[in-house]
């Protein structure tokens, strides 16, 4: 687990994405963190990382986490990240790797369900539980052999059966940021990026409601409670 790949892919004179400290450092708590960020590049993608080994293991996934335990979602592994890139949100300048709009989707904790999360990442088979705002309950990663010419490892990301279980689209029903409560277009409008690039990444009808209704939209730099988003299911 190393940082080498993820830094050589940036100019940190350019962006300010964290370059990150040495993987593996020491940390305050026993907590294992997690963040899912949202993000418009060249296409919309849900970027899923898990702290593990001093560095956030990551996973692109394109339609984002479904709650449906039948929708299995692709997700593609990529380079690990910093920990201190789980409160980065904001714009990653065009032209640079990953250029687009940022945001923190949903953050929490996680728990690994395997007795072993080594052997079970070797494997391609990790079963874990998100403590978070919007992700909770159990899920798992799990590898596949890909298709021909994909150049990154690609898994599967599936909602176990338990109460939290749900046909409800979190990504349409959630859309906000937890730290800020803004849209993409909201954080693309304060930070200078591309709003009709990010606007692409937000729900069409949201945006139809904030175009006939602009009160709906966030005042600049304004900060909200965090938005937490909950199964209309009642928990057993």
């Known amino acids: 687990m190393t940082l080498e790949t993820y830094r050589k892919k940036r100019r940190f004179s350019v962006t300010t994405e964290p370059q990150g400290t040495t993987a593996g450092g020491a940390r305050k708590t026993k907590a294992l963190a997690f963040v899912v960020q949202k993000h418009r590049a060249t296409a919309l993608h849900y970027d899923v990382r898990l702290e593990w080994g001093g560095v956030m293991l990551s996973w692109a996934v394109p339609k984002g986490p479904c709650y449906d335990p039948t929708v299995k979602r692709l ?111 909201e954080i693309a409008r304060d930070e200078g990026g591309d709003m009709r690039k990010a606007a692409d990444g937000d729900p069409r009808a949201l945006l139809q409601e904030i175009l006939k209704n602009p009160a709906l939209l966030a005042p600049p730099k304004l900060r909200h409670k965090k938005a937490v988003w909950r199964s209309k299911k009642a928990v057993s």
Request: proline content about 6%; overall charge neutral; hydrophobic content about 35%.
């Open 75 to 185: 997700a593609m592994q990529v380079e690990d990240h910093p920990i201190e890139y789980n409160k980065f949100e904001g714009i990653i300048p065009e032209g640079e790797y990953g250029g687009g709009t940022v945001m923190i989707w949903d953050h929490g904790s996680w728990t690994p369900e395997s007795p072993d999360a080594d052997a079970a990442l070797k494997k391609g088979d990790l079963k874990l539980t998100f403590h978070g705002k919007k992700l909770r309950g159990s899920w798992v990663l799990v590898r596949t052999r890909g298709r021909p010419g994909d150049g990154k490892p690609a898994w599967l990301m599936i909602k176990h059966r338990d109460q939290w279980a749900s046909t409800e689209d979190v990504t349409e029903l959630a859309p906000r940021s937890v730290v800020s409560n803004r849209l993409l277009i």
